[in-house]
């Protein structure tokens, strides 16, 4: 477990017989362009199935505070997160979409998803 991932808590689901979707949107999320030095920010949207854990909300939201001094590209914190997530709470599927502003007249959204190989995920 990296330093990143140890600000991660979780909690037991205790509907882990169900499948159900939790969305989680963080509108104030900020790093750094590592060419430029220049502030990124971004709006991330978590979306994710559990399984037998959940992810605490006070250690999620201090883990995104995290990146606020990284200098780091768009594509790579987008996957960090969805990796460092993933490794903590193995939910059934995950997806993280990062809605990063206009920077140089360019807009970028980043999405990355996981599925757990052996599930079958039923949300109807």
Do not use: W
Request: hydrophobic share 35%.
């Amino acid at each position: 477990m990296d330093n990143k991932q140890k600000i991660l808590e979780t909690f037991e689901n205790e509907y882990s017989d169900r499948d159900y979707l939790i969305e989680h949107v963080a509108p104030e999320f900020t790093s750094v362009c590592p060419k430029t030095g220049q502030p990124d920010f971004a709006t991330i949207i978590l979306e994710y199935i559990p399984d037998e854990l959940c992810i605490e909300l006070k250690s999620y939201k201090m883990y995104l505070q995290s990146y606020r001094n990284e200098g780091i590209f768009y594509e790579s914190v987008t996957n960090r997160i969805i990796d460092d997530l993933v490794a903590v709470t193995d939910p059934r599927y995950m997806k993280i979409t990062a809605e990063f502003g206009v920077r140089g007249g360019i807009s970028s959204v980043i999405e990355v998803e996981y599925e757990k190989d052996d599930q079958e995920i039923g949300l109807n």
